[in-house]
């Protein structure tokens, strides 16, 4: 399984971004797709999930101003962020979970200037 995240970038404080993530090869067995972020200095730590059945799930962080979606046939996570903050700046690395197993694409760079 390969991802390839897309949609970072510099932005103001309050503006939004929208990032994407396409996956290729075998999905059978899916279980979850989420968004997790690293700042500098930081633990990686997650943002958005959702799960089949698309149950989501938020960082206490993000709730209210992030949305994580997916498309019909599960290959593509996206993840709408709104209101951000400098404190979201971070890079941001889309996952997803097959047959229990973790899948990392490299991450895209968002930076939030104040």
């Known amino acids: 399984v390969q991802l390839q995240a897309s949609g970072g970038g510099l932005v103001q404080a309050g503006e939004s971004l929208r990032l994407s993530c396409t996956t290729s090869g075998s999905l059978a067995g899916l279980n979850a797709m989420a968004w997790y972020r690293q700042a500098p200095g930081q633990q990686r730590e997650m943002v958005a999930t959702i799960y089949k059945g698309d149950y989501t799930n938020y960082a206490d962080s993000v709730k209210g101003r992030f949305t994580i979606s997916r498309d019909n046939a599960w290959n593509t996570v996206y993840l709408q962020m709104n209101s951000l903050k400098p404190d979201d700046t971070a890079v941001y690395y889309c996952?997803?979970?097959?047959?229990?197993?973790?899948?990392w694409g490299k991450g895209t760079l968002v930076t939030v200037s104040s």
């Open positions: 996952n997803v979970v097959v047959s229990r197993n973790p899948y």
